[in-house]
């Protein structure tokens, strides 16, 4: 698993090094050294302007000119807020032999501008002078991370550049791949700085990257009939399209049987069982144990249906009108297992939560006892227990009508065949991504179920 850490506790890691064998002095040299080998993998040699900071960021871009100095390079540092402070920069800054220079007018002499001045460690807004700096610099790399992302949260604390190449260690920060940071982060890259694996252990990680290593896919029993793969049926109202969507994309994700119950009959592939029974029937029926609320449902039937959903205790995946039923009134959702809001919907459920995404995500499914999938461009997957995951292969085609509707139907069938709600939600939103990735120009909703299959193959073979 790739887990992400905030800054916090990345420097409690750092800070625990030293005990376990391996010394700031030494974790500084291995980040200067992966970054400078990055920028030469990335540039042609180049006039280099390094902007250099106070700290333990500013010590990495000491290292950096360094070694690209010794390469041939042409380098200049800029020490922007004075001489190091930390024992460690000054100490890299005294092996710096080159010239130091003020960064303005050189900065825009340069064709290769490194940022060293805060990185991670930012803990207020930037000061105007130097985002401004940082604005003037084309291209600009970031060591870490760029200086006014936040790096626990992707807010931008006084920083409007944009960095063509961020280098970061150990591990990725949250506000690398939460918006806005990551739009400001260009190409990441994440090095390996020999941090001793007894430093990382002193932190549990609760928050990563969404990846198939977090999860695993239902294995196939040779034995299994259609009920044992899972039996799904999604609640349709007057508008069957997105219950239809819902469907394909939940058989092909592997639901052995697929049902949409709707108010009158409709036209389904074949393969899609349809009724019209009543729900009072249809929750008698003992196979029936995983249900999708929502899609299509129309909000006046979705309020009830889910209530008497929930009061059968069966496993519930509510999205679209069933989240709209209960706007302002979230605790109507205690007894769901996963739901889906996108930002409109999460802020009319959850209208006095002022949080970061990943905060807001966490608090939601702690009120309501639900995994929540904030969607986004940076979709959040939140248990209630406080564990996250955080989602970036979603290509922004996916912003179109009924993909949410593939999404819920992805996640309900994962339920149905036996996937915890955390791992099943988490793997729902990837397979998302993936799918829409393999798809052309033009995409629409209709497009995704079929590349699902190779999506979910493509998990299976990243873990081999």
């Avoid at 909000?299 to 509510?318: F, N």
Wanted: aromatic letters at 4%.
């Amino acid at each position: 698993m790739e887990p992400l850490l905030t800054p916090s506790q990345l420097a409690t890691i750092d800070q625990a090094a030293p005990a376990h064998g391996t010394p700031l002095a030494q974790l500084m040299e291995h980040a200067g050294r992966a970054v400078a080998h990055a920028i030469r993998r990335h540039y042609p040699p180049s006039r280099v302007l390094v902007l250099a900071g106070p700290g333990n960021n500013g010590g990495d871009g000491y290292v950096t000119a360094r070694l690209l100095a010794q390469w041939g390079w042409p380098v200049a540092v800029a020490p922007v807020l004075g001489p190091p402070t930390a024992p460690e920069a000054a100490a890299a800054a005294a092996r710096w032999h080159g010239p130091l220079v003020a960064a303005d007018p050189h900065i825009h002499r340069a064709d290769l501008v490194i940022d060293a001045i805060f990185g991670a460690g930012l803990s207020r807004d930037l000061a105007p002078n130097l985002a401004a700096l940082l604005a003037a610099a084309r291209p600009l790399i970031a060591i870490d991370i760029l200086s006014g992302i936040d790096g626990t949260t992707g807010a931008l604390r006084g920083v409007t550049a944009v960095a063509d190449l961020t280098i970061t260690f150990v591990v990725r920060k949250p506000g690398h791949l939460l918006y806005p940071g990551r739009a400001h982060s260009g190409t990441l890259l994440c090095a390996d700085i020999a941090m001793p694996a007894a430093a990382r252990a002193t932190i549990t990680a609760n928050l990563w990257r969404n990846t198939p290593s977090l999860w695993r896919l239902p294995a196939l029993d040779p034995d299994g009939h259609k009920y044992e793969r899972g039996s799904l049926t999604l609640l349709s109202g007057t508008m069957p399209g997105a219950a239809l969507l819902a469907a394909a994309a939940a058989r092909r994700t592997g639901a052995g049987l697929v049902t949409i119950a709707a108010p009158a009959p409709i036209t389904a592939p074949p393969g899609i069982i349809t009724t019209t029974d009543p729900l009072a029937t249809l929750l008698t029926d003992p196979r029936r144990q995983t249900w999708l609320c929502g899609p299509g449902l129309g909000i006046d039937r979705a309020g009830p249906a889910l209530a008497a959903l929930i009061t059968a205790h069966h496993s519930i995946v509510a999205d679209a009108d069933a989240l709209t039923a209960c706007a302002g009134a979230p605790d109507r959702l205690r007894g769901t297992t996963i739901i889906t809001p996108h930002h409109g919907e999460f802020r009319r459920l959850f209208p006095d939560c002022k949080s970061d995404k990943l905060t807001a995500a966490r608090s939601a499914a702690a009120q309501t006892g639900a995994v929540v999938i904030y969607k986004g461009a940076d979709t959040v997957i939140a248990a209630p227990d406080g564990r996250a995951a955080i989602n970036d292969n979603a290509p922004p085609s996916l912003a179109t009508a009924g993909a949410g509707d593939v999404l819920g139907g992805i996640c309900a069938s994962l339920l149905a065949q036996g996937m915890p709600p955390f791992e099943a939600a988490c793997a729902a939103v990837w397979l998302h991504g993936a799918a829409a990735t393999r798809t052309s120009a033009g995409l629409i909703a209709e497009d995704i179920a079929p590349h699902l299959p190779a999506a979910m193959a493509q998990a299976t073979l990243s873990l081999i």
